[in-house]
């Protein structure tokens, strides 16, 4: 009875501790990133409206970038909370020795594993692909921000445009557009909004363009309208391969008509299934922590050791799933290290808290 309710409470602990980490670096980046989108308004016109929808959209590649560092930082700051409560010696004392600790701890990882497979298997790549639509769909509404005054503006492509005075009202005086061989000159004009779409309305000006006999032709009006509406912006609205759904991508490399193998998609296709499985081999490797004989180990250098191994090991899965397309040593590798890198590091570990002399 008291060793499930120790059970319990370290499952809750570490969950809770993980999840946070998660959360917290989440929101952490994911605001960042959010700030540095906001030129998408400024700069290419968009409404706060998309804006707000695609940040939203992100959020879950943002989880999945940081869902194995999570882990990791989780376990070894609620282990070491542990240790310097002596809460982990009341489980010792309750007869759940440090092996059975380890195990415990392997079974938990299974849960940040499974939820991992799930964001990098669907939830990321759909997410990313309704964002990216959201883009190649969205209207520019917040016109007043493609027509600064006293500044050249290039908001969308082809196309530059000089305000000398914008009264931010819709009002604008002295407009210079210059696209491919034309060249449009108003006094003045004023934005519209019409079903949705954005013009100016331009007044008292001239239309210089070059014809096919590189000859400059002179249209004086009284008033036009210029529609923006043609234009597009320099946002890539192609989908990537990270933002394709897993079945996509393998039905494009099985369907493919070539026998070359198209090694983006295939790099691409490992990290979301290999990626997760890597975090059982983190978890046991932060166990190391329980080991707690300071007079045959110095316990300080121990700690860094397994911090810096552990961030190591992290980022040689980034390069190892880059190099498993290059040749068929890395790709063997990559498909044996989750699970026989945990099952060997999980012996060494059993043998390491085996030999540990007692205090």
């Known amino acids: 009875m008291l060793k499930n309710k120790l059970n319990n409470y370290f499952v809750s602990e570490i969950i809770k501790s993980y999840f946070f980490v998660l ?76 092996i059975e600790i380890t195990k415990l701890i392997l079974k938990i990882s299974l849960i940040p594993t499974i939820l991992a497979l799930l964001v990098y298997l669907y ?88 014809n096919s006999d590189k000859k400059i032709t002179v249209v004086k009006f009284n008033k036009t309208l210029f529609d923006f509406t043609k234009y597009q912006t320099d946002i890539v609205t192609n989908p990537k391969n990270q933002e394709r759904s897993t079945l996509w991508l393998i039905n494009k490399i099985y369907l493919k008509k070539s026998n070359k193998i198209d090694k983006e998609i295939v790099q691409e296709i490992h990290k979301r299934i290999f990626k997760p499985l890597f975090i059982p081999l983190i978890s046991v490797f932060c166990c190391f922590l329980l080991y707690t004989n300071s007079q045959k180990i110095n316990l300080l250098k121990l700690k860094i050791f ?36 945990t099952v060997i590091l999980y012996y060494l570990l059993k043998n390491f808290l085996k030999n540990e002399p007692i205090n």
């Open 306 to 341: 397994i911090f810096s191994v552990s961030t190591f090991l992290i980022i040689f899965f980034e390069i190892l799933i880059t190099l498993s397309v290059k040749n068929l040593f890395f790709n063997i590798t990559l498909y044996l290290l989750p699970f026989l890198g």
């Open 123 to 210: 939830i990321a790549p759909y997410s990313g692909l309704k964002a990216r639509e959201l883009l190649s769909k969205s209207e520019f509404s917040m016109i007043n921000s493609l027509v600064k005054k006293q500044n050249f503006n290039s908001p969308l492509k082809n196309l530059t445009i000089f305000v000398n005075k914008n009264d931010n009202k819709g009002n604008i005086e002295q407009v210079y557009i210059f696209e491919n061989l034309k060249t449009v000159i108003a006094k003045k004009g004023r934005v519209l909004n019409i079903k949705n779409k954005n013009y100016l309305e331009l007044e008292d000006g001239e239309i210089h363009e070059k």
């Open 23 to 98: 959360f917290s670096l989440s929101l952490l980046i994911w605001v960042a990133q959010s700030t540095k989108f906001l030129s998408l308004v400024t700069d290419t016109g968009l409404s706060v409206e998309i804006y707000i929808k695609y940040i939203l959209m992100i959020f879950p590649k943002v989880v999945s970038q940081l869902m194995i560092i999570s882990i990791m930082i989780s376990l070894f700051l609620s282990l070491l909370k542990m240790l310097d409560n002596k809460e982990i010696e009341i489980f010792w004392l309750s007869g759940i020795s440090k």
